[in-house]
């Protein structure tokens, strides 16, 4: 079983970047796939980008050319590179498997992304 800590996020004005990490401790992690989750204010949680344990990669398309997902499998590490800002990316940003395993989440770190 994975245990996910999630940092990173923070205030940033439309147009700017942020990099958030996830910190894994568990021998799996080289084994699953990762996702990163984002719920908006008023919305349920939902997926915006996923990596394989081979490195594949698929996002959704609100972030498509903005976002890369990365990971760093000797560290137990896996990234959220966001480029371009806009307001409606603000939303608190959880990692975990994909598709999920477990009902567990941790508390994630919220972006803001203001006007």
């Known amino acids: 079983q994975l245990q996910l800590v999630e940092s990173g996020g923070g205030l940033v004005q439309a147009g700017g970047s942020l990099t958030l990490s996830c910190a894994a401790s568990g021998s799996i992690f080289s084994r699953v796939a990762m996702g990163w989750y984002r719920q908006a204010p008023g919305k349920q949680r939902a997926l915006v980008a996923s990596i394989t344990s081979g490195g594949n990669t698929n996002y959704a398309d609100s972030v498509k050319g903005r976002f890369r997902i990365s990971r760093d499998n000797t560290k137990n590490l896996v990234y959220l590179q966001m480029n371009s800002l806009k307001p409606e990316d603000t939303g608190v940003y959880y990692c975990?498997?994909?598709?999920?395993?477990?009902?567990?989440w941790g508390q994630g770190t919220q972006v803001t992304v203001s006007s």
């Open positions: 975990n498997r994909w598709p999920i395993q477990s009902p567990g």
